[in-house]
Structures are given as structure tokens and as C-alpha cells.
């Protein structure tokens, strides 16, 4: 399953939000053809922004939280947020998602929305905030940092 791109999409007033054909396939293909959870995801708070993950890769984080013993109060506080804040969803018919007044507050999201593909997972921000997290400021040394990390991302 891969997620890419960036999508401007429009939030009705009822809250919905149209996911990208492109990530409701991804999504569809990945669970397992007997599975209840074909198409579903799970949509947490991080960021500032909404973060959806697989079914599976959400079931595989959970199971990675529940084996840390003894969480320090730092740990047990992003847990709150990204385990408390999580909502299952499946988009409907049309390929709608309904986002709750939790998660649209959390991410300042009112009519207008960017979907944005990670590979793995995608994000959905308020643009605004996204243009933001981006600024110039933000990605100063990004090159040096990913090549630490193994990544050569010269231009």
C-alpha cells in the first residue's frame, strides 16, 4: 500500500471530507479479502494535523504501545493523543469519510483540507498550517539530517 501526492479537497458542512480514489484503492487492496476491515482505516491526532494509518499497521502500533512497561508521563501523555485521539473509519459509498468536531478543532479544519500522501500513511491538514510546517525555516539543515540518516537526497 502507497500513499502519494498532495489533494485539495473541500469539507461539507456536515464535516465530510472526499478521500482520493487513489488511497481508498490503496486502502481496499491492503486488508485481506476476508476481513470486516476491508477499506477501513484509523484516523488519529498528531501534529497538528490528522494521520491515518492501515488497519493493520494501526493494530501493529497499538500492540508496540501496550508492551513499553512502565511508560514515563511523557510517553503515557502521546499516548492520549495518538491513541485516545484515534477514530475508525470507512468511507462511504461515494468515498466520503465524516470527520468528528474532535478531530476537525484539533486540526483547525474548517472548509477547506489537504490530503497528503506519505507512503505509508497519509495526513489530512488544514492548508494553511501545512504551508506553514513547511516554511524555509522549518526544512534548514533537512538535507544534512537525512543524509545522516542514509538518505542522499542531493539535487
Not at 93 to 99: D, H, K, P, T
Request: net charge negative; proline share 6%; hydrophobic share 45%.
Amino acid at each position: 500500500m502507497v500513499f502519494r501526492g498532495r489533494f485539495a479537497r473541500s469539507i461539507d458542512p456536515k464535516g465530510r471530507l472526499l478521500l482520493p480514489q487513489e488511497f481508498r484503492d490503496a486502502m481496499a487492496a491492503s486488508a485481506p479479502a476476508d476481513s470486516s476491515e476491508a477499506g477501513s482505516f484509523m484516523l488519529t491526532t498528531y501534529d497538528g494535523a490528522l494521520v491515518a494509518f492501515s488497519w493493520s499497521d494501526w493494530v501493529e502500533l497499538e500492540e508496540k504501545f501496550m508492551r513499553i512497561p512502565n511508560p514515563s508521563p511523557r510517553v503515557r501523555a502521546f499516548r492520549r493523543l495518538v491513541i485516545g485521539g484515534a477514530e475508525k473509519h470507512t468511507p462511504d459509498a461515494n468515498g466520503r469519510i465524516l470527520l468528528s468536531p474532535d478531530h476537525r478543532a484539533y486540526a483547525a479544519l474548517e472548509r477547506e483540507a489537504t490530503v497528503l500522501g506519505l507512503v505509508d500513511r497519509f495526513e489530512i491538514w488544514n492548508p494553511a498550517k501545512l504551508k506553514a510546517s513547511m516554511a524555509p525555516d522549518n526544512l534548514e539543515g533537512v538535507t544534512e539530517e537525512l543524509a545522516a540518516s542514509g538518505i542522499d537526497f542531493s539535487l
